[in-house]
T-cell receptor, first 110, second 110 residues
C-alpha cells in the first residue's frame, strides 16, 4: 500500500528554471522528510519538517509541510545541473519508521 | 567513520538459489532497516530492527528473513530467490527519525 504519492514522476528542465515537487497523502504524519538520491548511492536526508504549515529553506530549496500534516512540497529556484537526482519524501509513522513516497526523478540540463 | 556499508554491490542469482546480504554500521545506532527499491515505487520496508535482538516485519517481508547479529550488523537472507526479488536493496540505520543509508546491493534473479 503506497501511502505517499509524489508528482510529477519525472521532470526534465533547463538550468535556471523553477520547479515544484508535490508529496500527497490521505494520512497524517508526525513529521515529513525529503531525501535526495544520486545514481548508485543511497538516499541522503535534505530536511525534516515537523509542524503543520512549517516552511524550511536550504539555499535554493524551499520545503513546506501542509497545515494538516498530510502533504508537502519542495520548490527549487533557478535549478542547476547539480540538482539532478531522485527526490523522495518520507512520512514518519510510529517509532523511527518511515513510509517513502513514489519518488520524483529530476533532470536539469545545462 | 564508514557509515553504513553493504556487501556485495552486485549479485546475480538463479531462481531457487539462496544468499545473504550483509550490512554493518559504525555509528552506534540502535535501529536498522532493510528496504527494496523498485522503479516508480520508492523504497519499501522489508524488515527492521529497533534494537539488538529484536526484528519486526515491514511492508513486504515475504520471501525474506533477517538476523540482527549484534548492534552493528543486520543481515538479509533470501532462502529461495525468485525473479520478483530482482531489485536494489538498501540497508539503513538511525538513532532518531533521520535514516542513514548504505550504497545498496543490485540483485538480479534469473
Amino acid at each position: 500500500t503506497q501511502l505517499l504519492e509524489q508528482s510529477p514522476q519525472f521532470l526534465s528542465i533547463q538550468e535556471g528554471e523553477n520547479l515544484t515537487v508535490y508529496c500527497n497523502s490521505s494520512s497524517v504524519f508526525s513529521s515529513l522528510q525529503w531525501y535526495r538520491q544520486e545514481p548508485g548511492e543511497g538516499p541522503v536526508l535534505l530536511v525534516t519538517v515537523v509542524t503543520g504549515g512549517e516552511v524550511k529553506k536550504l539555499k535554493r530549496l524551499t520545503f513546506q509541510f501542509g497545515d494538516a500534516r498530510k502533504d508537502s512540497s519542495l520548490h527549487i529556484t533557478a535549478a542547476q545541473p547539480g540538482d539532478t537526482g531522485l527526490y523522495l519524501c518520507a512520512g514518519a509513522r510510529g517509532f523511527q519508521k518511515l513510509v517513502f513516497g513514489t519518488g520524483t526523478r529530476l533532470l536539469v540540463s545545462p | 567513520n564508514a557509515g553504513v556499508t553493504q556487501t556485495p554491490k552486485f549479485q546475480v542469482l538463479k531462481t531457487g538459489q539462496s544468499m545473504t546480504l550483509q550490512c554493518a554500521q559504525d555509528m552506534n545506532h540502535n535501529s536498522m532497516y532493510w528496504y527494496r527499491q523498485d522503479p516508480g515505487m520508492g523504497l519499501r520496508l522489508i524488515y527492521y530492527s529497533a534494537s539488538e535482538g529484536t526484528t519486526d516485519k515491514g511492508e513486504v517481508p515475504n520471501g525474506y528473513n533477517v538476523s540482527r547479529l549484534n548492534k552493528r550488523e543486520f543481515s538479509l537472507r533470501l532462502e529461495s530467490a525468485a525473479p520478483s526479488q530482482t531489485s536494489v536493496y538498501f540497508c539503513a540505520s538511525s538513532l532518531s527519525n533521520e535514516q542513514f543509508f548504505g550504497p545498496g546491493t543490485r540483485l538480479t534473479v534469473l
